[in-house]
């Protein structure tokens, strides 16, 4: 015979009853003055409950969170992805916000769970597997403490093993945003973190050289690593041509001129432009049609970009 | 003739006089209290980071303001579409809602960028380029003024010219929402706004003549800009049958007869049905089917529909 | 000549004075202390309005609920899906949150508008179709009320006929969550509710046979409805091996052996795997891969799983 799954066991009783003497001790000023702000990120798509029962447990902390998404949309296992929309988006959020990015396929296995502090004061809460890369090296951290996954989670979750973005991380997010549990309580503080190796933006004499990390997918423009002050030493001024190149895996993909301009409307329709992202590095894009599917162009480690000035004759 | 349909009656008018009235009776109270209502429609998507950076600048001007979406899968550049989901929401929020609407084809070029109020109290923040057209038609404007996008923008964005959306719309939503900054102290007052051309549904002896503005996309539903009240005209009652024809840059692409009800469940299943949608106009689908799909028919300003009334012999 | 719709009628005026009145007698708590709670469920999608509509209607009852999003991805017209991620996950929210399912594909027919309360406290708003089968089930219902449509609708939509989500369903549900409408004050309690027929989880001799309710759409992972607790009766433990059978409408489609797992990582990459799921269920995935792709298995009540333990020799 197969017997009912009961999801609450007689420990998250515990832990309801124990709120709710909490509750009568507590002063006047409610959760919802303390402003806890989290940020969720995760591969999960927005199809199933995955996400809802994450905002759930945030809400059984303490409902008065304010809860935003950074996307649900990174490609499922991309830990890459998630590093670097999580830097390309941080410096717009109030240092005191969580958020928790949940990109993990190595969930069960040996990989730690961490909560980071950056020196912003920003704290993430992630898998140890590379999704702090960029941060760390553009930001840098303050301290990271790992979570006791058998400590710190969901009262009755124990027996889960799969869905550590509901039972740990939305959890520890929620008790970090909230203030229940203060940073240097959360664990032993590690070293160093798990850091993806990347190629790195450089300039080669009159040659600027970098990768293509992410695509503005809603439109195909092709994003760079490389930083918008690297035009100066180039002399490459709005209005100027440049020529572009394009390889993938050492094959040359594109070979083309195109203006380094301010904005998409100083080109025509359908012309392919140079511009400053809005993230601060060099961008390639078509105005008002998509670069990536015209050329065929993706992101990711294997594509290189080549950007040299053309000089008037 | 047919005359614009006028949503907010003179005694909708009277409520909200009660309600400003109310409103100075009311105690001094801190931005949370305020209330301040914000909701964001984009044509960016949800993959990447661009709409969490807007939230992020909404939370770091005030945390408290409560953010709503719209939608943020326009497609992209359709100002049209964004002018239509606009028009098709905005009565059923509060008067004091602020919308930050940002389809931008236009980027950095010289539209302007402005903040509307409009006769019911709601304001508007969003590009200058055809956004407005159909709440201006029929709500109507109260007053347009232009934003000073080098003054009224997210501190320390100055150097970046291609994310409106974040360093200005967001940023100058954020201020108004939470009373920050008056409208009044917005900018100067334009005089008129950009208007996208569109064909308005007419009578013609006894056929009713339309567009197709838009599709419900979920289920590939036709709505029409007919408004149901012109059913009356041509003496068509629940349960009667109608011809429907459709057009698309004057070649006829379907002609079929189908009965006018009041819900899907009047038709079997697999069926056409002409019916009043959630906006008040008519519309065409197929009893859990996928009309657009079935019958290749799509939205936009080169179709046409046409409909007659079937009399019984 | 066409008539204005006039959305707004003088019984909308009166509702907003008498809250205005309301307000003025109501003491010092505001309703943002109520900690209202709604999270809603639909199939219409996050590209049109539909769904901000709904969020406008409840912001104008109360706009400091707390709104979250279950799903709006529902299948259209998938009444089981929606009783599927509802049953999933309910244990994770606060006992008076307020659900709002709305997947309604006989809109507007004879079915009734219910709120339903369960045994847990969980308040659930929705069409009687079936969508509270699986709740019912599990958790169990306390008690059922139906809705009078006419009453208990937004005010000065008596004429809209296709849009009840918006006009019935979120509207009550708010009245609800703000406190603003007590259970018991809905309208008639109701002997039982529409039940969807299901295949339950058995055990035949050493065979466990289930069905597949549900995959995990974003890794393609099957979802068996055969409780974890299963697994103890048939002597499986984790680190043994398992014979997978899957069929359709009685025709074999997958016959393997695969490892009995805790986590993903405890298999190779490529590799499938048995597992417990995030919702107590037995699952089967491919590591890193794609189960419902690669073996071409879907779910939905015609597909059958049978798994029996592999003895060592």
Redesign the interface.
């Known amino acids: 015979?197969?017997?009912?799954?009961t999801?609450?066991s007689a420990m998250h009783f515990k832990a309801l009853f124990f709120s709710a003497w909490l509750a009568l001790l507590m002063p006047a000023s409610?959760a919802?003055d303390t402003?806890g702000?989290i940020?969720l990120q995760t591969?999960?798509?927005?199809?199933?409950?995955?996400v809802?029962?994450m905002?759930?447990?945030i809400?059984?902390v303490d409902?008065?969170i304010?809860?935003?998404?950074?996307?649900?949309?990174i490609s499922?296992?991309n830990v890459w992805e998630a590093a670097y929309?999580l830097n390309?988006?941080i410096d717009?959020?109030?240092n005191d916000?969580v958020f928790v990015s949940v990109v993990d396929?190595?969930?069960?296995?040996e990989r730690k769970s961490v909560v980071a502090r950056l020196k912003t004061g920003h704290t993430i809460v992630t898998p140890d597997n590379g999704t702090l890369t960029l941060v760390a090296d553009r930001v840098g951290l303050q301290a990271v403490r790992q979570i006791d996954e058998q400590a710190e989670r969901l009262p009755g979750s124990q027996?889960?093993?799969?869905?550590f973005g509901?039972d740990v991380y939305a959890y520890v997010g929620a008790q970090i945003a909230s203030d229940r549990l203060k940073f240097d309580a959360v664990g032993p503080a590690l070293p160093d973190i798990v850091r993806l190796p990347y190629e790195k933006a450089r300039q080669e004499s009159d040659r600027l050289i970098g990768g293509i990390p992410?695509l503005?997918?809603?439109?195909g423009n092709l994003w760079t690593n490389i930083p918008?002050a690297a035009l100066g030493s180039l002399g490459l001024k709005p209005g100027d041509r440049a020529t572009l190149r394009i390889s993938e895996e050492d094959k040359q993909r594109v070979s083309l001129e195109l203006a380094y301009v301010?904005?998409?409307?100083?080109v025509a329709i359908g012309q392919p432009l140079l511009?400053?992202?809005?993230v601060?590095t060099l961008a390639v894009a078509l105005n008002?049609g998509n670069f990536s599917t015209a050329y065929r162009v993706t992101s990711g480690p294997t594509w290189r970009v080549e950007i040299t000035r053309v000089r008037a004759e």
């Open positions: 015979m197969i017997r009912t799954i999801y609450r409610s919802s402003g702000l940020v591969d999960f798509g927005l199809k199933d409950q995955a809802a029962a905002r759930g447990v809400r059984g409902r008065h304010v809860i935003d998404d950074l996307t649900h949309e499922a296992y929309r390309a988006v717009y959020w109030p916000t396929p190595g969930v069960g296995t027996d889960s093993f799969t869905f509901r992410v503005d997918p809603q439109y918008a301010r904005t998409f409307g100083d511009y400053v992202n809005s601060g008002q």
